[in-house]
């Protein structure tokens, strides 16, 4: 089971950080991702960490749009991924989704549907 928290509202040029909390053992076998869907548009991919046990262990992944503002981390000690985000835009308002999957390539998460998901956190953005 995954649970995200953390969102709110919060001015342009604000931050926030996002946690995904996971039950379960062996988290660290999972890739974590967020995504994210506003209103109206589809979902969409946002950042990626690999699962904690293979060669690309540590590795991350960004949509362009988050590129730079934006950091994905995990605790396997905590069971937890995160997303801090700095300099928030209006164009970042969407419910953010915590996304897993067994042994998850950080490059690859993007463009699949990964097998677990968490039920959203809302992040709103005022301008």
């Known amino acids: 089971q995954l649970v995200e928290s953390g969102g709110k509202l919060v001015q342009t040029g604000g931050s926030l950080r996002l946690s995904c909390a996971a039950t379960?053992?062996?988290?660290?076998?999972?890739?974590m991702a967020w995504f994210r869907q506003a209103p109206g548009k589809n979902r969409e991919f946002v950042a990626a960490?690999?699962?904690?046990?293979?060669?690309?262990?540590?590795?991350?992944a960004y949509a362009d749009s988050v590129k730079g503002r934006f950091t994905i981390s995990r605790d396997d000690a905590k069971n937890t991924a995160n997303l801090q985000m700095d300099d928030l835009k209006p164009d970042d308002t969407a419910t953010y989704y915590c996304a897993a999957e067994a042994m998850g390539n950080a490059l690859h998460m993007g463009q699949s549907s990964p097998h677990y998901w968490g039920q959203g956190t809302q992040v709103t953005v005022s301008s």
């Open positions: 379960g053992r062996w988290f660290y076998n999972y890739g």
């Open positions: 960490i690999s699962w904690s046990g293979g060669t690309m262990n540590g590795t991350t």
